[in-house]
């Protein structure tokens, strides 16, 4: 099924702390969007600590605990433009401050009957010690491809880095348009607080509210006739200034 124009879903319910040990999309999928688009707001969600998109930044990668993922499908290339506002009243026990960061990638996480992937998997932690260097805090790449594997030994999960965009002015609101093909996508949502993680030994529940607005790109016909509109616009007030 399509999301209809302009659907907005508000979910009441937050998942307690245990439920971000493993990956999954629970009350966090956009759905399916044709050429028509549309836009979904999914409210009431948290993510534990300030940190967890800033820390996928280095060496030793990011524990993919410290996120959110979200999804969505595309039928057809679009313009997708993802936005997140900090929330302090996500849910009873969420708290203000949230700095958000998010990267968006080609591809999904295991979904059910299938095991939930997570960074201390065997075929997770098999995997990322192949890759030598430094010993590995966990799966998650802010701006590169990363893999991540469930307890039954599935194939690992590969997510296909396509964007990302991060709470530069530290208001705690962040936003990103991208244009992307047809397929499955998903979102991880996290902090760009990356010294909190040595302040928050307890990592507090930070809430959020997250909004996807989807877009058809516009016929190469389109731009042409665009295009040329505004060379006509151009040449009429070269005309009126007497240039």
Known sequence: MVRPHFLTLALASALPLGAHAHIGYGGRDFGRFDAAGGIVTIANQTVSGNYGWADGLDADFGDSHRLRAFRFSLTTTATVT????????????????????????????????????????????????????????????????????????????????????????????????????????????????????????????????????????????????LLSGLGLIGIAARRRSGC
């Open 82 to 225: 993802f936005s997140v506002a900090a929330n302090a009243d996500a849910t009873a026990t969420s708290v203000g401050g949230f700095l958000p960061g998010f990267s968006i990638y080609q591809g999904l996480a295991h979904l059910a009957p299938l095991g939930a992937d997570h960074d201390g998997a065997d075929a997770t932690v098999a995997y990322l010690e192949s890759l030598g260097g430094a010993p590995k805090e966990g799966a998650f790449r802010a701006l590169n491809d990363w893999k991540i594997g469930n307890d039954a030994g599935d194939p690992l999960s590969v997510f296909s880095f396509r964007g990302y965009a991060a709470d530069s002015d530290l208001d705690g609101f962040v936003t990103g348009t991208f244009e992307l093909g047809a397929g499955d996508y998903s979102i991880f949502v996290g902090g760009v607080n990356y010294i909190a993680q040595l302040e928050e030994p307890t990592r507090p529940l930070y809430g959020m509210t997250a909004t996807l607005a989807v877009a058809a790109v516009p016929e190469p016909e389109t731009h042409a006739l």
